[in-house]
């Protein structure tokens, strides 16, 4: 698993606040369940001390389905690890809100490809089913920091690169 967050880390400019959590982030594989999970609503996966895992932490990682080799997963749960540390003055309802606005405002034909994707990914995966607007922001937040980041800052939409900032730097890692 070390390996798979170097990945991650080498692929993404993360700024050096963002890089301390992923450092003490615990990533852990399963072979049932979903396909990435972190932090304490997943308390009863293999990665928690009921299973003979580690000691809890938020940003305890676990990854199922045999594909803890998947990069997108471990990025995407990672962005759940930093939204949860570092994310204590997000606002849910404005994410979406500033969402739903560069989803139906963007010309870009790359982009309006990834909120389609995103927006297919949380109305067919059954995991999202009945989630609060809560949960839809932060899945989101991962989805959209997922698939941008490695291309840093500048490419995300105005409106939304105030959500990332503390996250990501401008620099340009896509052909890492």
């Known amino acids: 698993m070390k390996a798979v967050r170097a990945q ?9 606040e963002a890089q301390k ?21 997943h308390a009863n996966l293999l990665g928690s001390p009921e299973a ?5 932490s938020p940003t305890n990682i676990t990854l199922g389905n045999n594909n803890g080799a998947n990069q ?3 990025a995407h749960e ?18 979406n809100a500033q969402y739903e606005a560069a989803k139906t405002s963007t010309t870009d034909p790359q982009l309006k490809k990834i909120f389609a994707q995103i927006d297919t990914a949380l109305s067919t995966n059954g ?21 941008l980041g490695p291309n840093g800052l500048s490419v995300f939409p105005d409106g939304l690169k105030s959500f990332y900032s503390k996250i990501f730097t401008n620099d ?3 052909n890492n």
Request: charged letters at 20%; hydrophobic letters at 35%; aromatic letters at 14%.
């Open 8 to 16: 991650v880390k080498n692929s993404y400019p993360f700024t050096p």
């Open 52 to 56: 003979g895992g580690e000691e809890y």
């Open 78 to 95: 990672m962005l759940h690890a930093i939204h949860d540390t570092m994310g204590s003055s997000f606002n849910p309802n404005k994410f």
């Open 127 to 147: 995991l999202y089913n009945g989630i609060s607007s809560e949960t839809l922001a932060n899945e989101r937040f991962a989805f959209v920091g997922e698939s």
């Open 72 to 74: 997108n997963v471990v």
């Open 172 to 174: 340009d890692f896509s």
């Open 21 to 41: 959590v992923i450092d003490k982030a615990f990533v852990s594989d399963q072979t049932k369940g979903p396909l990435g999970a972190f932090g304490n609503s």
